[in-house]
C-alpha cells in the first residue's frame, strides 16, 4: 500500500461486475486506501454497499499492480469509499506468454452478438498465447468482456475466444484471453512462433 501517493489515480474492478470505479487516491492507513470517484457517480458504487470483492489496480513503475481486496461505501452522499486489502499480495501485471507485434485486425462483439453485425474492429497491437494489446476505440469503453475474432495474416477463418479487458491507457486497451479452444490457441501460438522466428 505504500506505494499509493496522495491524488494518484487507481480502478476498482469488481468480482462478476462489467466496468470499473475510477478513484484518486485521498489517502492510506495499514490496509486501508481511502478513495474519492473521480465521477461522483453512484452506479458502480452502490455495487460497494454494504462491500463487494474486487481489485484494486493502478500503474507502479511501468507495471499494473492488482491488489486482491473488499471495496465498499457508506451511504451517504460523500465520494469517499474505503478499499481494504485482504492478502496483502502486490500482484504485478503477469504475462504468461511472449508477446510479439503482428499486422492483424481484431474484431469485438458484445458477448451474447457473435456473429451479428454489429462489432468494433481495431488494429492489434501485439499479441500472446494469453492476452493482446489492440488500439483504443470508444466501442471497448463501455463494457469489461468481449467476444473476439483474430484475423491473422489473410486468414479467412479467424481465431476465435472471449477477452476480459485486463486495463486501459488514453491510446490502448489489453485483454486477457478466456475461453479459447486448444485448436485455435495451437494456431495463435504457431503465428506467434512463426513471427518469433
Avoid at 454497499?49 to 507495471?63: C, K, N, Q, S, V
Wanted: net charge negative.
Amino acid at each position: 500500500m505504500r506505494r499509493l501517493k496522495h491524488q494518484q489515480p487507481v480502478e476498482i474492478h469488481l468480482d462478476g461486475a462489467d466496468g470499473v470505479v475510477a478513484c484518486r487516491v485521498l489517502g492510506v492507513k495499514g490496509s486501508v486506501a481511502s478513495l474519492a470517484r473521480v465521477d461522483g457517480g453512484r452506479e458502480q458504487s452502490e455495487r460497494l454497499t454494504p462491500a463487494a470483492p474486487g481489485y484494486l489496480m493502478f500503474e507502479h513503475r511501468g507495471g499494473t499492480i492488482a491488489l486482491k481486496g473488499i471495496a465498499t461505501t457508506e451511504q451517504t452522499d460523500q465520494p469517499e469509499l474505503l478499499f481494504v486489502v485482504l492478502d496483502g499480495v502486490q500482484l504485478p501485471e503477469r504475462r504468461s506468454a511472449a508477446r510479439v507485434a503482428v499486422s492483424a485486425l481484431a474484431r469485438t462483439f458484445l458477448p451474447d452478438d457473435a456473429g451479428a453485425d454489429d462489432y468494433v474492429e481495431t488494429p492489434l497491437a501485439n499479441v500472446s498465447t494469453s492476452g493482446l494489446l489492440v488500439g483504443r476505440h470508444p466501442g471497448l469503453d463501455e463494457r469489461a468482456q468481449f467476444r473476439l475474432e483474430l484475423l491473422i495474416d489473410g486468414d479467412a477463418d479467424p481465431i476465435r475466444c472471449d477477452v476480459v479487458v485486463a486495463r486501459r491507457t488514453p491510446t490502448h486497451v489489453g485483454m486477457r484471453l478466456v475461453n479459447i479452444d486448444e485448436a485455435d490457441r495451437d494456431r495463435l501460438g504457431a503465428i506467434i512462433r512463426r513471427h518469433t522466428a
